[in-house]
């Protein structure tokens, strides 16, 4: 039992420092963001808490096609085709498998999704995002 309990002693350490640490934001989610931007003028107060950047851009919808979630494995475990990327979302810890080119048109994307239905990904949908273009 004395053995059993030194070992996993030994092990926590080693457990508690191989996790990743999230992004500050996942934790601190909040409710909105305020209006302003990061810089101030001399002398004066520090911007709100929960204020963003702000640039001259403007909001365009996209679209893009995702075709699988990976929970508790890596994307490096399997060869996905080409036109596909993925990316690791840190606060749900999940990779989201999607395509790597974004569309303009619904009606683009809904091609490269029938497609890649096509070749055996039969659980692609289509999911909009916006993206910002300098005016």
Same mark, same amino acid.
């Not at 919808?61 to 508790?72: D, E, H, N, P, T």
């Given at each position: 039992?004395? #053995?059993?309990?030194?070992?996993?002693?030994?092990?926590?350490?080693?457990?508690?420092?191989?996790?990743?640490?999230?992004?500050?934001?996942?934790?601190?989610?909040?409710?909105?963001?305020?209006?302003?931007?990061? $810089?101030?003028?001399?002398?004066?107060?520090?911007?709100?808490? #929960?204020?963003?950047?702000?640039?001259? $851009?403007?909001?365009?919808?996209?679209?893009?096609?995702?075709?699988?979630?990976?929970?508790?494995?890596?994307?490096? #475990?399997?060869?996905?085709?080409?036109?596909?990327?993925?990316?690791?979302?840190?606060?749900?810890?999940?990779?989201?498998?999607?395509?790597?080119?974004?569309?303009? $048109?619904?009606?683009?994307? #809904?091609?490269?999704?029938?497609?890649?239905?096509?070749?055996?990904?039969?659980?692609?949908?289509?999911?909009?995002?916006?993206?910002?273009?300098?005016?």
């Amino acid at each position: 039992m004395k #053995n059993l309990i030194f070992f996993l002693c030994l092990l926590l350490p080693v457990f508690a420092f191989s996790q990743e640490k999230k992004p500050a934001y996942c934790d601190e989610l909040p409710v909105s963001y305020e209006k302003g931007a990061w $810089t101030t003028v001399k002398g004066g107060s520090p911007p709100p808490k #929960n204020s963003l950047p702000k640039f001259k $851009t403007v909001p365009v919808r996209c679209y893009k096609i995702q075709v699988a979630l990976l929970k508790f494995t890596s994307p490096e #475990n399997y060869p996905f085709h080409e036109s596909l990327i993925a990316r690791h979302r840190p606060c749900e810890d999940v990779w989201v498998v999607e395509s790597k080119e974004c569309f303009d $048109t619904r009606a683009d994307a #809904n091609k490269m999704k029938d497609k890649l239905i096509g070749l055996g990904y039969k659980g692609a949908y289509v999911i909009e995002l916006i993206a910002w273009e300098t005016q």
